[in-house]
């Protein structure tokens, strides 16, 4: 397509150049003058979406891995550290956590607009197989990423991850001890990890490359799938698919900023705030959402081995798609029946996907069975017998024909609303598959000074929460990530730092060695971080007969609840994020008698919200137990709701500066959107 | 360049530059977080504030080394021979002049209090060395004396004092 370049340099320096290193002349015949099809449809600006997306997420990166130490015993609490004490840390993570679920969101559109418009045929088949390779580093690269923050999620999964490779007949452990790096995962498996996730990147970005360069070769596929032929047919890249492309972009990082500002941890797993115990497995071992459909292949065959060729053959199949679909029309805007079974494997995809965070168990497992051939079946089978009988209806003479008769509009809303709708199924089936199988009824909710777009903590409930926290729980509950300094941070507890420095200087810090070689105590500075009530883990058990009590920084985090279809859905609009606070609310308020039948065992307390209501912590909470000094109810639900509150603010500390800023890119990025959409207006009112 | 330049300019034109100077704006916005990261987090500056130190075991004629800030505090107990070595130097001999008067608080005239940091690169010069008996630098061998003030070498500047004052007659608060 592109052919010797026309590109003439007036500046005597960028002359001197060029003969040297044509690459002005390249980026001019790559990103300029390059002619694209003028019928391309928003579907297009997935590719410079996508391209934006692995910017973002090198840069963050990069500056993340500045801040992050991979090690076992300092990674998860170097990552509370860029979320709490770094600068914009908590944006620059949330960004990369939240960057690389757009990131698969955007790559499963291209995708699938590849599969809808036949993208990948002749003589596209290089470029398709580029993608499909792209697709697989991307995976790798996000399974080792969520490796690093070293939670429950990270550890187990990268336990079960790992173990896939145990399969494999004869090598099988050996090639799983090669991975670890040990005799179990651990802390060689935690830096090779970090190695190749900083460097896997690097080599999509190559790929990347190389996969633009092929589709510079063969020329951009297009929604009526017939070759460009005149210049009709064809526009400049820029300033057209430019402008295009950046209007495209600018929605999509309004979508971004939606999760990014206000729901962060939707996608995420409460049980990643936790840190890696490699004693005890989550109740519900569940992939990131753009693992599911393929989690759900690997559950569906009964076999070990099986199991694993299914999920890699459920991605290297398409590879081969180029010489499974033979039809000679490539847009199934003009196959009547691919169309139809097209959008009957996105849903079956969908399918996959939901079932793949349900529970393997019962009618799932058939289900996810039956959708799994119907997988295989649409490539092995349907697509080959189709290319052969299906009878298509005309194409377009050209690609300027099909632009003036102009249709599909309906087709695109239609296909629009159905993504849509599929996707948040299975985003709120993420979310709902975490805290299931618990006969224990839901957290009642309550309304929360924090919640919502402009929440902002209530500054008395907070120092209310602290001296809850300080006369009930910290007899048996650390708080390992707050220093004292943090109560006159901003969008906390809001004391001065004076008063800081008071609160800490009541409590005694062990120190040392001073210059005798002893440990000594010395009154807290501001500096410190709250002493955790027992020396160690056996202290605290020792102490409490035999249960841990967990530490609190994180709780309000660490901890979800399933609510259901359809409230999940609505959960991602209103920006539902206080699950967490309900919870503990529950678990403080609901100490009762066990009802008849129930035998607790011993040490055990029953507790109506607590999974499998035995819980080891007696009721701490009763009424009058606290003093508040501002006039507050002094009853076990005020006291509840106040160290909730305050359990928040420790476990999102910078959730006012994420809303206040989330606001200001909102308004930023919904102005930019509309100028970028009337200046796309104008550039391309030539065009039509 | 088409002879559309010389036209006058539209509204179309006016559509165009100010997109680009809304996206540009963003763009330069975006990269404010990723500067500011660089800088010290919180908790190295909380870990930057004041520290005590005692007094009371440094003997006359002795140095002790502090470290404040990641940096090493020469505390030095002068005897009554270095502090009038210091102060016999005329202002007019010193390559970065000040007295030792302004370099000490006054009362506690033996204590030096300096940054051990070498001006010139960022060594640590070691104590009672030298031809001025007081600071010897290893890498390029600047030369200090009794003040902390540079006699001879590379450097360009007397050891910094950092901020400190005195708490008690043994004890400072140095930050």
Redesign the interface.
Known sequence: MSGPSDYQPQNAVLKWVERRLPIGGLIHSSFIAYPTPRNLNYWWTFGAILSMMLAVQIITGIVLAMHYTPHVDMAFKSVEGIMRDVNYGWLLRYMHSNGASMFFIAVYVHMFRGLYYGSYKEPREVLWILGVIIYLLMMATGFMGYVLPWGQMSFWGATVITNLFSAIPYVGDSIVTLLWGGYSVGNPTLNRFFSLHYLLPFVIAGVVVLHVWALHVVGQNNPAGVEPKTEKDTVPFTPYATIKDSFGMACFLIFFAWFLFYTPNFLGDPDNYVPANPGVTPAHIVPEWYYLPFYAILRSIPSKLGGVIAMFSAIIVLAFLPWLDGAKVRSARYRPLAKQFFWIFVVDCLLLGWLGAKPAEGVYVVAARILTAYYFFHFLILLPILSRVETARPVPNSIADDVLRKSGAKAVVSAVAILAVGGLALLGNVSSARAQGHEQPMPPGLSWSFAGPFGKFDQGQLQRGLKVYKEVCSACHSLNYVAFRNLADQGGPSYSEAQAEAFASEYKIKDGPNDQGDMFERPGRAADYFPAPFPNEQAARAANGGALPPDLSLMAKARGYDRGFPLFVFDLFRQFQEKGPNYIVAILTGYEDAPQGFTLPPGGNYNLYFPGHSIGMPKPLSDGQVTYDDGSPQTVQQYATDVAAFLMWTAEPKLESRKRLGLQVMLFLIILSGMLYFTKRKVWADAH | MTTSTSAEPTR?DF??V??GA??AV?AV?TA???I????P????V??G?PIDVDLA?VAEGQAIKVFWRGKPIYIMNRSKKEVEEARAVPLSQLPDPQTDQSRVKEGHDQWLVVIGICTHLGCIPIAHQGDYDGFFCPCHGSQYDTSGRIRRGPAPANLPVPPYAFLTDTKIKIG
């Open positions: 179309r559509l165009y100010a997109t809304v996206a963003g916005a404010w977080p990723f500011s990261q660089m800088n987090d919180a908790s190295t909380a870990a504030a075991p």
